[in-house]
């Protein structure tokens, strides 16, 4: 494959976004180990969590073999939090069960789409992959879909929390698809769809899940989007979790466990 | 220069570190074997990207090739075949059924949850079983009930 300068930069801030998104994520996930509500679902956020890790280093991966970026753990631990492109979603806290569980419904449904849309991408590394994630991720969205059903029927306090977890979640969610200044070039070069064409794909797959688990969206004239992530602007929550990840890494870079 | 059967007969005894029963070609994960001269090249593909296994069977198969006397050894993993549960082999089935393990049903490519509701119970062969939950002990691994001989039981689950 051969890209100019500008191309490169086009296909990196699409690998940069989606691997932080997988690493902060996987993070997340990885802090119900041992505190899950119940032993299947600590499991369960155990596991996503070792998915999403994994695939964020199939990401870095990409990242370091093909476009010469540094290798996945200095781009993984060593990068300030200005060059983390991750959406504000994935930052949060854990907070109660509720949240977390949404917060996975909403993000696993958008990756699901993503990497269906990438396994036709023009650059072959990605489509490559993308393939292979969404056989993974197709659990996460099963393990969701049937926790948000079960949940927002079972009785009256499941119900409220769920509704709250949506309300809290929801325009987090919408700064998955903030655009970027790369949309159109990622079209024309047939790597990305876009992320206005994900967006609407997105809607259209939740609603009819929300609307079974009795769940209702706000209006959409009251959404409002939490942008800023994908252009390296991130809640007070993003550097503290930064400072934990790399901080052996920082003590020694070479260490092996 | 060492015929690829000669290879391909010594991976089939490099097992899946996570279940002994199975060898790494059973899994359907060797994707590639190139031989130049006294080169030799072996290409695997990741059962899940997540998977802390595939350092230790990448190890295996150098420590394999070399006990054949091979030098010249290359092992890699890529995604250019993207592995399916699809390409474990016959016998793959056996040897997970001999480890306990319910085979996963072949997909033709279309996962879903209907999949791994009433999967065969590997102890008394029963289908009045439970799933419990799609995540298991290991990243391949659902957990599930038999209602008749009251056991739970694992399965090697499917993935697209």
């Not at chain 1, 990068?79 to 907070?95: A, N, T």
């Not at chain 2, 029963?21 to 990741?46: K, Y």
């Not at chain 2, 799933?131 to 009930?145: A, E, V």
Request: a negative charge.
């Amino acid at each position: 494959m051969s890209y100019t300068g500008q191309q490169k930069n086009t296909i990196k801030d699409l690998l940069f976004k989606m691997a932080d998104d997988q690493l902060i994520l996987g993070h997340r996930n990885s802090e119900w180990t041992g505190i899950g509500p119940f032993i299947e679902e600590d499991i369960a956020f155990s596991s996503i969590a070792q998915d999403k890790i994994g695939q964020s280093l199939a990401l870095y991966n990409i990242l370091h073999e093909q476009l010469g970026e540094a290798d996945p753990d200095t781009l993984g631990f060593a990068r300030s939090e200005k060059e983390f492109k991750c959406c504000h979603l994935v930052e949060y806290p854990i907070g109660e069960y509720e949240f977390s569980l949404m917060r996975n419904f909403l993000f696993a449904h958008a990756d699901y789409l993503r990497f269906e849309m990438l396994a036709d991408s023009s650059f072959e590394p990605l489509a490559k992959v993308a393939k292979k994630f969404r056989g993974e991720i197709k659990y996460h969205v099963m393990h969701s879909d049937n926790w948000i059903k079960k949940l927002g029927t079972a009785n009256d306090e499941s119900h409220s929390r769920m509704q709250s977890a949506l309300n809290e979640t929801f325009n987090l969610a919408l700064g998955i698809f903030e655009p970027s200044e790369f949309e159109n070039e990622l079209i024309e070069m047939k790597i990305f769809a876009g992320e206005e064409s994900l967006k609407s794909k997105w809607l259209e797959t939740i609603k009819p899940i929300l609307e079974e688990a009795s769940l209702k969206l706000s209006d959409e004239k009251d959404w409002k989007p939490s942008f800023g992530g994908r252009k390296g602007s991130h809640t007070e929550y993003l550097q503290p979790l930064l400072n934990e990840m790399g901080e052996v890494f920082r003590i020694d870079a070479k260490a092996e466990w | 220069m060492i015929a690829k059967e000669k290879i391909l007969k010594a991976l089939e005894e490099v097992k899946d570190p996570e279940i002994p029963t199975i060898s790494i070609v059973d899994l359907g994960i060797v994707t590639n074997i190139t031989v130049e001269n006294d080169f030799v090249g072996i290409t695997l593909t990741p059962t899940f990207s997540g998977c802390p296994a595939l350092k230790v069977m990448e190890d295996l198969v150098r420590e394999k090739m070399q006990s054949l006397g091979i030098r010249n050894v290359e092992v890699k993993t890529n995604f250019d075949v993207p592995w399916n549960t699809d390409m474990i082999t016959d016998n793959g089935r056996e040897m997970l059924k001999k480890h306990g393990l319910a085979p996963p049903m072949k997909h033709n490519g279309l996962v879903q949850i209907e999949m791994l509701k009433n999967v065969e119970c590997p102890h008394c062969k029963s289908r009045n079983t439970t799933l419990q939950t799609p995540f298991g002990p290991t990243l391949c691994r659902s957990i599930h009930y038999c209602n008749d001989c009251l056991q739970a039981f694992e399965q090697f689950k499917p993935v697209a």
